[in-house]
């Protein structure tokens, strides 16, 4: 199963309609225009950290863990506050949060200011989502067919490997052209 569906069977389409007081089509269009810049943020966390996709696992966990998507789940607001710091985190600066909400409108034909209130709650469904897939599978036992944290495991499943779909890497992929290629810190 691919991320999208996988954060729309957990509910993360209805979250969000009922967040922003939107309907399901454009909470559905909204989160599929905007994963894939979350998720080349992601994948260029991993690659930048030497512990590749077990480094990320520990970012996710700093930045609030399974607990961000239990905050977007749950019937009561969702404090936005977490979703920005793991914007923070994987596009550096609010400039490029924007451009990815602006990116993101012009493929969509989403209002960027929907967008913009949108990807904190995006961000947080992915990050919550792999924080949580990253825990389980850190408790299955060595040799019982699931690749070490730290050499991808299922966060590289699931976001496609360092150099997978999407380009891998902060410089790289859709994330890279709409942010213009930056370098890693």
Do not use: W
Not at 46 to 55: K, T, V
Not at 121 to 133: N, R, W
Not at 154 to 167: C, E
Request: hydrophobic share 40%; no cysteine; glycine share 22%.
């Amino acid at each position: 199963m691919d991320l999208m569906n996988a954060l729309a069977q957990a509910g993360g389409v209805d979250a969000i309609s009922r967040e922003l007081g939107v309907d399901q089509t454009t909470a559905q269009n909204g989160l599929q225009a905007l994963l894939p810049a979350v998720t080349d943020g992601m994948r260029g966390q991993a690659s930048a950290s030497p512990q590749g996709f077990g480094g990320l696992g520990s970012i996710l966990a700093g930045l609030g863990g399974g607990g961000l998507l239990s905050n977007v789940l749950a019937p009561e607001p969702t404090n936005v506050s977490q979703g920005n710091d793991v914007l923070g985190q994987i596009f550096g600066n609010k400039d490029n949060s924007r451009a990815v909400a602006a990116d993101a409108s012009q493929k969509s034909g989403i209002s960027p200011d929907l967008l913009k209130k949108m990807l904190p709650i995006v961000a947080m469904l992915v990050a919550g989502y792999l924080a949580k897939q990253h825990g389980q599978s850190a408790q299955v036992p060595a040799g019982a067919g699931q690749a070490p944290a730290q050499d991808g495991g299922i966060l590289g499943q699931i976001l496609g490997g360092l150099g997978g779909a999407g380009g891998g890497g902060a410089g790289g992929g859709i994330l890279g052209s709409i942010l213009g290629g930056l370098t890693k810190r």
